[in-house]
T-cell receptor, first 116, second 115 residues
Framework: KQEVTQIPAALSVPEGENLVLNCSFT??????LQWFRQDPGKGLTSLLL?????REQTSGRLNASLDKSSGRSTLYIAASQPGDSATYLC???????????????FGAGTQVVVTP | NAGVTQTPKFQVLKTGQSMTLQCAQD?????MYWYRQDPGMGLRLIYY???????DKGEVPNGYNVSRLNKREFSLRLESAAPSQTSVYFC??????????????FGDGTRLSIL
């Protein structure tokens, strides 16, 4: 069974520092991997989606890499700001069966605090 | 642009009571999902609906039922609530065109407490 792990569970950095968030998964048979942001009391906002054939995706200050063979993805946030404080979750879409397309397997998230 | 709307936002129930969580999306998506989020466990899929008229079990379906009322609406029902169902429930939707390659869009959640 696919398992998704995010370490550390919490992270605090001073403003301006680059953030590096890690996501690992046990089964490399995936369709894609998605990074989300969750603010307290809110739903999930999709940040980046990387297809299994891609190595990275970029959006503004965000860059996500994918190394499928080693089961790892990293989300980089450049020049962090207090507004980046949130919980970041990764999720993989596993290739378990032909009807597994509807399923995302989530990590527990990394809670990020950016201090002014 | 509302996206995915969930009602209610908060609810407190007593053990054994029933209730239905509502979800509606205005993005013309064919696929919809229900997740629960518990501390330290990430989100887990309860049920999903690939398209109008179809529903399938996810990872943790026991104690729940769903109805895909039409293309816009997907409801989750707790027939006899139990304290273990205390959680935050999220509804999501995605495009049907090659859904495996499409991102899922989430509502703001329903915070449910079972006493």
């Amino acid at each position: 069974k696919q398992e998704v792990t995010q370490i550390p569970a919490a992270l605090s950095v001073p403003e301006g520092e680059n953030l590096v968030l890690n996501c690992s998964f046990t089964d490399s048979a995936i369709y894609n991997l998605q990074w989300f942001r969750q603010d307290p009391g809110k739903g999930l906002t999709s940040l980046l989606l990387i297809q299994s054939s891609q190595r990275e995706q970029t959006s503004g200050r965000l860059n996500a890499s994918l190394d499928k063979s080693s089961g790892r993805s990293t989300l980089y946030i450049a020049a962090s700001q207090p507004g980046d404080s949130a919980t970041y979750l990764c999720a993989v879409r596993p290739r378990e069966t032909t009807d597994s397309w509807g399923k995302l397997q989530f990590g527990a998230g990394t809670q990020v605090v950016v201090t002014p | 642009n509302a996206g995915v709307t969930q009602t209610p936002k908060f609810q407190v129930l007593k053990t054994g009571q029933s209730m239905t969580l509502q979800c509606a999306q205005d993005m013309n998506h064919n696929s919809m999902y229900w997740y629960r989020q518990d501390p330290g466990m990430g989100l887990r899929l309860i049920y999903y609906s690939a398209s109008e008229g179809t529903t399938d079990k996810g990872e943790v379906p026991n104690g729940y039922n769903v109805s895909r009322l039409n293309k816009r609406e997907f409801s989750l029902r707790l027939e006899s609530a139990a304290p273990s169902q205390t959680s935050v429930y999220f509804c999501a939707s995605s495009e049907a065109r090659r859904p495996i390659n499409q991102p899922q869009h989430f509502g703001d959640g329903t915070r449910l407490s079972i006493l």
